[in-house]
């Protein structure tokens, strides 16, 4: 085996802030006169002097005078909604929540789950990829609790099925002594990077102790890069997604880089392909827009995180069914049936799985677009009224997109249909706390053929030169959403943007450079839209201007010990309308420079109304946390730690000078794992 010289610290400076994208986006797709009146409104702020003043200015009294007053606290006060005391940054390879708090490991890396349930080497990571594919997969991100029903029908909060993404996988922990890294890669290894993604669906049970564990149930499944899967909505049957193993544009192999996660109003789990792109390579001179306009290049993985030299330099004798072949998409046949020009473009959708039922095929529903879907998001539904959703394309001035069935939402009835027939809309952000959603429809707003859109199926795999058309607000990473169950209140996660200059700042992304991130929020004028009604107006603000103590703001108030935070990434809030707030820092900015003070990620919790805000809990060294749901009744809060370790450099991986070896302790590997957090009176988890 050729040995491990991947230089990861390399890789992850480059990957520092910046996601797992290049900028795909040259234009900004903003007009000149736009930039020039931002521009001048920004100047005109500066002079007025304070980032504060700045924001107030660009969002105009109106705006603000839409949201509650934020209400100040004492220190040492205790607010209704938050009941622990904040705990301080870490940069200890454990996890820490505050006092009155336990913690327990739940669903690592290799834990077996299905099949002949093959147990996990944690030394030496030894195990086939067949015995990764009846594993649990790697790098969890976004998950939901689907719970058991008890015998008068209502959830239980100690059984159910626990349905968890697993995003990518890290090379130089996966196999025993790295990856291959030259061509042509071993199958074996390919096929257990490939059975390492996707979903895990594992039965797990609190007992009388209050201690969690994972079940052999029958509903277990592993869902990876490899299972077959059918697509559904506008762009099903489509040219653009005909290939060798498919000809007709309906079914594709597997899922890739899932991040975060929908659950839809009827039982659904929603899985959602981000950084898809890098997996792939098209050596054309001039690869079509599919291609170009969302970073496939000629080599996989532009920043070489995922793949390089690809997963399409297996030999073709070890790969007779073209499983690792169709990740080069240049065209080598006559048409797009002959070889598979148009593999990238099966991937970048949202792909809907049934967890109840283990042999149901996943499917991947069109009529939500096509981009570097982070996760997908519900207006709480309403009988009578539309299904509305909304879903953010993570990659540097990208946009954020919202869908409304056509049909209206009837509980007896509703299922799939609703997210196949529908408006795909983006949105734009003005001055003045206002915005606006533009509808994504073949022959409106100049998506015509003459401009390129042949029909709709077109304008859903292109979604991004769409969007680009139309005028839509480029955005500083949207990652998750959420939506406050009570008020209808969407909030949005903009991770950061290194790459805004102070020229191309904007009203909604006022920071250039962005280096920390902010969290958007918006009402709508209409939440829930009746048939033949459309909503395309809404007011923003932003909510928190994540920073150190001088530059984080909360509502206009500094951040200071017991919140300071950067790089918002996963949202959630609770049935009591806590919003929870995940970071991740990447691995070569995570504890240097600028970002030093504030440690390893964590997690924190805020209260919308009142801004206050505090820290929750903070994750081993390496890791970012991300994924968080909780049980009915609250009492249990799960949540992800995903890639521990990741700061380990190839020399520093082969003289087994690791960063992590959470959870196991050393020598074992470090291992991705659901933390399941309680409180020890039993009380709610945050209250
Ligand atoms: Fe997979 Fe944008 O985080
Ligand atoms: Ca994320
Ligand atoms: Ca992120
Ligand atoms: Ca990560």
Redesign the pocket.
Known sequence: MTPNNESNSRLALARADS?DEPICNPLHARTFSEVLAETQLRRRNVLRGGLGAAVTMLMGPAALASWPAPTTHTKGERPGLLGFQAIPTSVADSVVVPEGYRVQVLLPWGEPITGTYPSFDGLRASNSAQDQAEQVGTHHDGMHFFPSLDAAGRPRSDEGLLVINHEYVDRLFLHPDGAVLSAPRPFEEVAKEMAAHGVSVVEIRRDSLAQWSALRGPRNRRITATTPMRFEGPAAGSPLLRTRYSPEGVLVRGTLNNCAHGVTPWGTYLTCEENWANYFCNREARPPREHSRYGVRNTPGPLGWYSVPGWHTVAAAEDPDGLCARFDATPSGSSAVDDYRNEPNAFGWVVEIDPQDPDSMPVKRTALGRFAHEGIVFQPPRAGRRLVAYSGDDARFEYIYKYVSREPYDPDTAGSHLLDEGTLYVARFDTGGRGRWIPLVHGRHGLTQAAGFRDQAEILVNARAAADRVGATPMDRP?WGAVHPKTGEVYFTL?NNNDRDPESTDAANPRGPNRFGHIIRWREDVPLPAVNEESIGFSWDIFIFAGDHSTGRVQGRPLDDSNVFA?P?GLWIDPDGRLWIQT?IGSGAMNRGDHEVFGNNQMLCADPTTGEIRRFLTGPVGQEITGVVATPDQTTLFVNVQHPGETTSGPAFERGEWTSHWPGGAPSRPRSATLAISRIDGGKVGG
């Open positions: 996601g990652e991770t790089a990434d991740d």
